[in-house]
């Protein structure tokens, strides 16, 4: 080992090895974005137009459009599911302050309680301040028929029987994938289909 | 010895590869392939079809490629550990009384206990991102063990290396600084990992540079300070390669890979920079910063090693 070696074995050794594993790396990521990019669509939202509570004015499908919408269906006086996936919608909603493209809706299935003006007071106490998450209200008939025609989900014995999915809408009004909203498992799987889904807006 | 000294460099290689696919992971995405730990979906192997999850998980969370892209690095990741135990049993069967070698294998095999103890609070924790760099800085660590108990065994076999060779005498405090400083570019190189991963989820529509725009100092800091360990690097290179008598062969090899490392790390830091974070770039411009680091390391121990004779 005295003699000086007349060449630099040692980088040229690991230039190839970078090489292979630069095409190694390159093969894995591709595989894992094809992997992903499969998000199949589930159906068309059907049109509809609820109040709005922040404003009272319409919304529906129309003011959906563009935007990737989070669903889900709630009520006020819920002591069981709906605080938990209004704690997650919360989370998105802080999660996703600086993005106008990222729409979450919540739709009372207690209309009768659920005024506008208490939906008002519900989105304040949860930290609502602009229209990046909206309360929506419709008579009771009406939710059930955009819950069971339109999401596909069930809305039996309203209002304690509501679905605690939350149902991810794509900017064409299509119906992309639905979520368990009170787990983490759901919670992740939601904010990477957002995320590939936003790619496409 | 010879058994040992090749043992010790086949580890601390294994080691560099597990790094390297633990970032492939990160940037594939992979790293809630398996959502639990340290089964996936609660098996011992991942499903091969969304049949067989049992009916706690929910079927839309399997992937099944990601889910053996995270079950792979596992795997490999196990076999790491396994080989650094046998490297710490046999430091302690046979080098007992050599402490520059069996004082860095006992930590190895700890630290390595404990990383893949920390690899399951990450994904428990949704990759959160203090966790994860932790979980780098420990792999890291752990390498840099692993080329210090290599370098030491090569030296037990080569006892007269360095003893001819005369560097510069200003070289061995340099080549400490160069090494705090490439600690501290580790460092911030992940902190700026993190705070582009909080901004990514906040802006999932933006793209990359969109992205860097967004935070804050670090993104001149990282860049600055890398500039100047690649100036430091070329001057001790240079003193290594032109300005010593008769350096050794490893010093010799060494101060020419620090320097391929230096540029090509500037390349991918500027790639990045001006074409939005291509995965693989961050892959290889992190698994190159481990290189150097141990790199510097073994410089060190070149530079400094005739001193201590």
């Known amino acids: ?201 | 010895m010879k058994v040992f000294r090749r043992f010790a460099i086949f580890t601390t290689a294994a080691t560099y590869f597990l790094i390297f696919l633990g970032g492939l992971v990160r940037v594939s995405g992979a790293g809630l392939g398996c959502p639990d730990w340290p089964k996936c979906f609660g098996r011992w192997f991942p499903p091969i079809s969304y049949r067989h999850l049992p009916p706690e998980y929910d079927p839309n969370l399997f992937n099944i490629t990601l889910a053996w892209i995270e079950f792979s690095y596992r795997l490999v990741g196990l076999l790491v550990g396994f080989l650094i135990a046998v490297l710490a049993v046999w430091a302690i069967a046979r080098y007992r009384h050599t402490p520059k070698i069996l004082l860095p294998s006992i930590i190895a095999a700890l630290l390595v206990a404990f990383q893949g103890w920390q690899g399951g609070q990450v994904v428990l924790s949704d990759l959160a991102p203090f966790l994860v760099s932790v979980h780098l800085i420990i792999a890291f660590i752990i390498a840099s063990l692993m080329v210090y108990i290599a370098q030491q065994a090569y030296y037990l076999e080569y006892r007269d290396t360095e003893k001819e060779a005369v560097y510069p005498g200003w070289i061995r405090n340099a080549t400490r600084l160069l090494w705090l400083l490439v600690i501290g570019q580790v460092i911030f190189g992940t902190r700026m990992r993190e705070a582009l991963s909080l901004k990514i989820e906040q802006f999932p529509l933006a793209s990359g540079a969109e992205i860097i725009a967004q935070i804050g100092f670090i993104k001149y800091l990282h860049p600055l300070l890398g500039t100047a360990i690649v100036i430091l690097t070329l001057i001790i290179s240079y003193s290594i390669l032109k300005k010593s008598r008769t350096p050794s062969p490893l010093a010799w090899q060494t101060a020419w890979t620090l320097v391929g490392l230096a540029l090509l790390q500037i390349v991918f830091g500027i790639v990045m920079s001006f074409f939005g974070l291509p995965d693989v770039i961050q892959t290889l411009h992190l698994w190159i910063a481990g290189l150097t680091s141990g790199m510097v390391l073994i410089a060190l121990a070149a530079v400094t090693r005739q001193k201590e004779r």
């Open chain 1, 1 to 201: 080992m005295s003699e000086r070696q007349k060449y630099p074995k040692m980088l040229i050794w690991l230039v190839a090895t970078l090489i292979v594993l630069a095409a190694f790396a390159a093969f894995v990521v591709h595989q894992a974005n094809l992997s992903r990019s499969n998000i199949s669509v589930w159906g068309e939202l059907p049109d509809f137009r609820f109040t709005a509570a922040h404003n009272g004015e319409p919304f529906g499908l129309e003011q959906m459009k563009g935007k990737l919408a989070v669903v889900n269906f709630i009520f006020t006086r819920c002591k069981r599911a709906s605080p938990i996936m209004t704690t997650n919608f919360a989370e998105l909603y802080k999660l996703y302050k600086n993005s106008d493209k990222i729409l979450l809706v919540s739709i009372t299935v207690d209309p009768e309680h659920d005024s506008l003006p208490v939906l008002r007071e519900y989105a304040r106490a949860n930290g609502v301040t602009d229209d990046r998450w909206v309360f929506l209200w419709a008579p009771t008939e009406e939710v059930v028929r955009l819950c069971e025609q339109g999401f596909m989900l069930p809305a039996d014995n309203l209002p304690l029987g509501h679905t605690t999915k939350f149902t991810l809408v794509d900017g064409d009004g299509m119906i992309r994938s639905y979520h368990e909203g009170l787990d983490r498992d759901g919670m992740i799987l939601l904010k990477n289909n957002i995320r590939q889904l936003a790619g496409a807006l």
